[in-house]
């Protein structure tokens, strides 16, 4: 099992939900989150002051998957999520050891 971590645009979340939807993927959870990478935030004017806002909303993605959806999962958050601009965010992959559904004691793939 393997699990992918996403960090992508806000407005980008719909089309990635959906495009994994399309290729059999059931779950996912989602956060709100902040960061900043090579954009390095940006200048905003507030009632005549500015100001720098470091922190860039993102949101993360979290998907446990078995290992041969591994490589359809990566193209289609790779391709729903990219804008071509700076700050589209990043995908990570790490190995699962072991996975319980909670409720019913399965383990492994049965419970994702």
């Known amino acids: 099992m393997k699990k992918i971590e996403a960090i992508i645009k806000p407005f980008k979340l719909d089309e990635v939900k959906n ?3 399309q290729i059999g993927i059931q779950g996912l959870t989602v956060y709100e989150a902040k960061g900043f990478g090579r ?3 940006h200048t ?4 005549g002051a500015e ?6 909303p993102k ?5 446990i998957i078995d290992d041969n959806l591994l490589e359809a999962a ?9 804008t071509g601009r700076i700050g589209d965010g ?4 790490s190995s699962i050891d072991q996975a319980i559904r909670i409720r019913t004691g399965e383990k492994g793939n049965d419970a994702i």
């Open 51 to 56: 100001y720098v806002v470091d922190f860039l």
């Open 39 to 41: 954009q390095k935030g």
């Open 44 to 47: 905003e004017l507030y009632r």
């Open 90 to 93: 990043k995908i990570f992959v």
């Open 19 to 21: 495009s994994l939807s």
């Open 59 to 63: 949101v993360k993605i979290e998907i």
């Open 74 to 82: 990566l193209e289609c958050i790779e391709q729903s999520a990219k």
